[in-house]
């Protein structure tokens, strides 16, 4: 039996046992999931507003010396750190030591012929167009400076004009950290501590460090042909950088959520712009804010992120209509901790069920196509009719890429049919959205969903794609 179709087989028994209590069919799905993905230790907190349901860990934090996975463990952020570096960003503004729409030039000069044209808003929200630093040329292992690291993004011609498009860039959020080490004075990290960790009490948070003794610390793991190793070893400039360098643990992240439920860090003003979808030069909108990716989950708004660092998998995702917070921290760099947390939801709401966890496909509504022949004509190049104009101008040639790479042979796909969100006011890249279809396909030992937002008149408006 592959490992996505034992979870298919697991959800309906978890779901049937929910009248007696939820979470004990919670703990027995987390509990599978680790068996199924391998992961050494996870730890999981759920919220429903201020109440914490569940916070505990799963398995191993270390597996050498066997200590159990707890609520204290402290896992390494990855990009889950970005919305820290954005509040804090945020926070400056509201003080008047920055503008969102300053240009970065102001204080990166070492950018003054390439970045003219970007403001810090562009950092926030990925529509900078700044190459990735985290390429084929970058030395992991080389002791950077922050002035080196400024330089080397600088180096690199921009992959588009600010504000055209949407591409996720760890440069970005590296310059945000320089950013506010030249407002400040300080050190980002510093200035993280005293705006934001300590006055919501998220004691253990703090920047990593491989020489300090850390209590709790978990060990980070990757799979190699199938067996588990330690972590491969960066050098210690790179785990201080703001793109997502930061130790916690779900207890801290409970308190983050508790303070971001009464909008108190940052302020309510600037909790709205961080969960606004950023809008492009071309008025359409992309699902990502500041440090946030503003999306759906079978129809319903979920505010969330995932990170992944050397050896870590995170996640963490909020559900406003249903008041619920879930957290998910795993030591495993090939676990899938969204799917996770995004299959708990599923759980203690039915409505939120993920495709990848439904026993069946929907009766009635179909996609207009089939999803696989959908992604073999984008990744082609024969779509002209079938996307909006807004997805026609931002599909680029990596993105046709991706779409036929989803395409393995090895993936068995199968249609899990549509939801109709037409009243729910969902946009992608300036059209509505009427219809989410869904696909999953299947492999030993993986599986993928993709979903297509339809819109009105039967166009593909965007697509998404997550592992499970």
Not at 45 to 60: E, P, Q, T
Not at 213 to 223: F, I, K, M, S
Not at 305 to 324: C, K, S, V
Not at 344 to 353: D, F, M, S, T
Request: net charge neutral; with cysteine; proline share 6%.
């Amino acid at each position: 039996m592959t490992r996505a179709a034992f979870v298919l087989l697991l959800l309906p028994g978890a779901l049937a046992a929910q009248g007696r209590d939820p979470l004990d069919s919670v703990n027995r799905f987390v509990e599978h999931e680790i068996q199924r993905q391998r992961i050494p230790g996870l730890s999981v907190a759920i919220l429903r507003g201020d109440r914490v349901l569940l916070a505990r860990g799963y398995g191993f934090a270390n597996l050498e010396l066997r200590v159990p996975a707890s609520d204290s463990t402290v896992y390494q952020s990855g990009s889950v750190g970005k919305q820290f570096t954005a509040a804090a960003i945020v926070m400056l503004a509201e003080q008047g030591r920055l503008r969102l729409d300053d240009s970065i030039t102001k204080w990166l000069p070492e950018g003054k012929r390439v970045w003219d044209g970007i403001t810090v808003r562009h950092l926030l929200t990925h529509t900078s167009g700044i190459a990735e630093y985290t390429d084929s040329t970058f030395d992991y292992r080389r002791d950077y400076t922050e002035d080196d690291l400024v330089r080397f993004a600088a180096s690199r011609p921009l992959d588009f004009r600010p504000g055209d498009r949407w591409s996720y860039s760890n440069t970005g959020y590296l310059l945000l950290g320089v950013v506010i080490h030249k407002v400040t004075e300080r050190f980002y990290g510093d200035v993280l501590h005293d705006l934001i960790f300590t006055p919501v009490g998220m004691r253990r948070t703090r920047i990593i460090s491989e020489a300090d003794l850390v209590p709790d610390r978990a060990a980070g793991y990757h799979l190699v042909h199938g067996e588990v190793k330690n972590q491969e070893w960066v050098s210690p400039s790179l785990n201080t950088t703001a793109d997502g360098a930061l130790y916690f643990t779900v207890d801290d992240l409970a308190n983050w959520a508790v303070a971001l439920n009464h909008q108190r860090i940052p302020s309510p003003a600037g909790l709205a712009a961080a969960w606004t979808p950023v809008r492009l030069n071309d008025g359409g909108t992309y699902p990502y804010g500041f440090g946030w990716r503003i999306t759906e989950q079978r129809g319903h708004r979920r505010i969330g992120h995932g990170g992944a660092w050397q050896g870590f998998r995170t996640a963490i995702f909020r559900y406003p209509e249903f008041d619920l917070t879930v957290i998910a921290l795993a030591n495993l760099a090939e676990a899938e901790p969204e799917a996770i947390a995004s299959g708990i939801a599923g759980i203690l709401e039915p409505a939120l069920v993920p495709p990848h966890l439904l026993a069946a496909p929907f009766s009635g509504m179909s996609p207009p196509q089939p999803i696989p022949e959908l992604l073999r004509n984008l990744a082609a190049g024969r779509d002209s009719a079938v996307m909006t104009v807004g997805l026609a101008r931002f599909v680029s040639p990596e993105l046709r890429k991706s779409y036929g790479e989803l395409l393995s042979p090895a993936r068995s796909w199968q249609s899990l049919g549509c939801d109709r969100v037409a009243d729910r006011g969902i946009a992608r890249l300036g059209s509505s959205v009427d219809r989410i279809c869904y696909a999953r396909g299947l492999a030993a030992g993986s599986g993928t969903v993709v979903s297509v937002f339809y819109a009105p008149d039967g166009r593909v408006a965007a697509l998404e794609d997550y592992e499970f």
